[in-house]
C-alpha cells in the first residue's frame, strides 16, 4: 500500500504535503536518501533537507547508514521510526481470541491465543480480550499504542464500529465495540468483520497496489472480502461480501440467520457436520463412520482430516461444498472481474481437493472476459493471518488515510482520526 498520491489532503499547505509525502515515502521505502527523495518529488534540495529536518525533528523519521556511493560522497539513509508507536490487533473468532501487538511497520512483536465462544455475549468477550492485550502490553516496553483494529466474525458497521444483527453472535447487535477500546487505550480503533482482516493480509502480500481480490472464507460459516483496486470494499454498510447467505436455488436447509436455502446452511461448515451425521445414520461407512461408532463425536475438523486421508464420504461432502461455493464465487467472478480468489477458511484447508471443485465451477460458469487472467489459489493457511490484516488495515488507516488529520500532533488521537463520532 505504497501509494502515497492516495493521501487525501484536505486544506493544507505545501508544506505539510510535501512533508506528509516524504514520511510516507521513507516510511514505505520508495525512497531512503535525500537525494532520492528531491527525483522523486521534483522538490530542490534545500527544500528537501527542510522538510527531512523538520519530519526528524517532529520524530517520524531519522538518520541511518551510508547508502553505497556511486562515485561521489555517499547519501546517508533515512529511517521510518517504526518504534514510537504499537498497533493492537484483536482478532475475534467464533472459537477463539487472537491478539497480537506490532511496531508501526507490522512487525509483530508479542501474541497470545485462547479458546472462546464468542457466543458468550460482548461484555464477558471483550473482558476477556482487553485483559489478554493488557498482558501484552504490561510485558512490552510502554511505548504507546498508537492504533488498534478488531475483527469480529460477523458484519460489522465499519463506520460506527458496531456489529450489525451478526448471526452467531447473540447480545452483539449494535454493541459499540470501538468506544470500549477507545477509552481503555486512548486511542483510535477500527472494527471490521474478520474476512476482511484476511483479505487485508492477502492484499499486503502482493506487489500490485492496484490489485482487484476476493477472499472466500469457508470454515464454520462462509464469507468473503472484496479488495477493490487496493481498497477494500466494505459496501454502503459494511455487508458487502457476505456470500454465505445468498440463496442457493432449490436449497431448503434453514440458516443459522433464520433463513433458508442460504449458501452456508448447504455448504458452511457445520453444514458438513449435520449432513455427516445424517450420512452416517443413514449407513454410509468408513473411517468416518467407525470413528462415530466407537463414540467421537462428529467435527468439522474431523472431516477434513478424514477426507485428506481418503475416507469417501469426507471426500464427497467436502466436493459437493466446493462446488456450491464455486457457483457462487462464479457469480461473484462476473460482477467483480477480480484478478485474484483466495479460497481460505477450514473447509477449504483440504487444499487441492476443495480448490480444483471451485476452479472447474468458475471456469464453466463464468464469462471468459472474466475469467482471462484470474488466478485462483488457496490461502497460506497461516493463524497468523488475522494479525497480519488488522496491522495492513491500521497502517492504511493512520499512514494513507488519516495521516493529515493527526499529522500535527505527532502522534494519533481518537479526536484527530475519528472526529467527534462519540
Ligand atoms: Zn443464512
Request: proline share 5%.
Amino acid at each position: 500500500m505504497a501509494n502515497v498520491s492516495t493521501l487525501r489532503f484536505g486544506a493544507q499547505t505545501d508544506e505539510v504535503t510535501s512533508l506528509l509525502r516524504i514520511v510516507n515515502m521513507v516510511r514505505v521505502g520508495d525512497a531512503v536518501t535525500r537525494p532520492e527523495i528531491g527525483r522523486i518529488t521534483g522538490l530542490g534540495r534545500g527544500v528537501v533537507a527542510q522538510r527531512v529536518d523538520r519530519a526528524v525533528e517532529m520524530g517520524f523519521l531519522e538518520d541511518a547508514e551510508y547508502a553505497p556511493s556511486s562515485g561521489g560522497r555517499a547519501p546517508r539513509t533515512l529511517r521510518f521510526r517504526a518504534e514510537r508507536g504499537r498497533i493492537v490487533v484483536c482478532a475475534l473468532g467464533g472459537l477463539h481470541i487472537h491478539v497480537g501487538v506490532t511496531d508501526l511497520d507490522g512487525a509483530i512483536l508479542d501474541e497470545a491465543h485462547q479458546a472462546w465462544d464468542i457466543s458468550r455475549g460482548p461484555d464477558e468477550t471483550l473482558r476477556t480480550a482487553t485483559s489478554m492485550v493488557d498482558d501484552l502490553l504490561a510485558r512490552g516496553d510502554g511505548t504507546p499504542v498508537w492504533g488498534l483494529v478488531v475483527g469480529l466474525p460477523g458484519p460489522v458497521d465499519f463506520e460506527t464500529g458496531r456489529p450489525v444483527a451478526p448471526p452467531i453472535m447473540p447480545g452483539w447487535n449494535d454493541y459499540d465495540v470501538r468506544t470500549v477500546f477507545e477509552q481503555r487505550y486512548d486511542a483510535p480503533v477500527w472494527v471490521d468483520n474478520d474476512v476482511n482482516l484476511l483479505a487485508a493480509a492477502e492484499r499486503s502480500r502482493r506487489r500490485d497496489e492496484a490489485v482487484d481480490l476476493i477472499y472466500c472464507k469457508v470454515g464454520t460459516g462462509i464469507g468473503a472480502g472484496l479488495v477493490s483496486h487496493g481498497r477494500l470494499h466494505r459496501g454502503a454498510n459494511g455487508a458487502a461480501g457476505d456470500m454465505g447467505h445468498v440463496r442457493v436455488p432449490g436449497a431448503e436447509q434453514v440458516c443459522r440467520c433464520g433463513k433458508v436455502g442460504c449458501l452456508e446452511a448447504v455448504a458452511g461448515g457445520w453444514a458438513l457436520v449435520r449432513d455427516a451425521g445424517a450420512a452416517i445414520a443413514d449407513g454410509a461407512t468408513g473411517p468416518l463412520a467407525e470413528a462415530v461408532a466407537s463414540g467421537e463425536t462428529l467435527t468439522l475438523e474431523k472431516i477434513t482430516l478424514a477426507a485428506g486421508r481418503g475416507d469417501a464420504l469426507a471426500i464427497s461432502l467436502v466436493q459437493a461444498s466446493a462446488r456450491q461455493v464455486g457457483e457462487a464465487v462464479a457469480a461473484l467472478v462476473n460482477m467483480f472481474n477480480p484478478g485474484v480468489i483466495v479460497v481460505g477458511g477450514a473447509v477449504a484447508s483440504t487444499g487441492e481437493l476443495f480448490l480444483a471443485e471451485v476452479r472447474q465451477r468458475v471456469y464453466e460458469l463464468s464469462l471468459p472476459l472474466a475469467t482471462r487472467d484470474l488466478a485462483i489459489k488457496t490461502s497460506e493457511n497461516d493463524s497468523r493471518e488475522p494479525l497480519r490484516g488488522g496491522v495492513d488495515l491500521a497502517k492504511e488507516q493512520l499512514f494513507e488515510l488519516s495521516l493529515p488529520r493527526w499529522f500535527a500532533e505527532g502522534r494519533p488521537t481518537v479526536a484527530a482520526v475519528h472526529g467527534a463520532h462519540g
